[in-house]
């Protein structure tokens, strides 16, 4: 079992930056494949970024791109997700992913595990 744990959201105007956090527990960390989704209520969970266990290869939505950051610390065991020029279509709950015995999440199916989610609103 994996335990994830997001932390960071808030209530942001347009143009400012969060930094989101995932602490994970239960398995080695440098073997699990992370990333970060998120859902605007009355859409589907979508993908926003993911990052290979060795932290090298990193992979973005297009709507992020440019924007959003993904990184990981294996020592602290935990996985990042830096938002800068957030814009009033990024509100959403946002949700740190796991997937075992594979490099990369790139899709909801893909998935082990799930966070409980964290809230980034932005106003416009």
């Known amino acids: 079992q994996v335990q994830l744990v997001e932390s960071g959201g808030g209530l942001v105007q347009a143009g400012a930056s969060l930094r989101l956090s995932c602490a994970a527990s239960g398995r080695t960390f440098s073997r699990l494949a992370m990333g970060w989704f998120r859902r605007d209520p009355g859409k589907e969970r979508e993908f926003v970024a993911a990052i290979s266990r060795s932290g090298y290869s990193t992979y973005y939505a297009d709507s992020v791109k440019g924007r959003f950051t993904i990184s990981r610390d294996n020592a602290k065991n935990m996985v990042y997700l830096q938002m800068n020029s957030l814009k009033p279509e990024d509100t959403a709950v946002y949700y740190c992913?796991?997937?075992?015995?594979?490099?990369?999440?790139?899709?909801?199916?893909?998935?082990?595990?799930w966070g409980q989610g964290t809230q980034v609103t932005v106003s416009s």
């Open positions: 992913a796991a997937r075992t015995n594979s490099d990369v999440i790139l899709a909801i199916p893909e998935v082990d595990y």
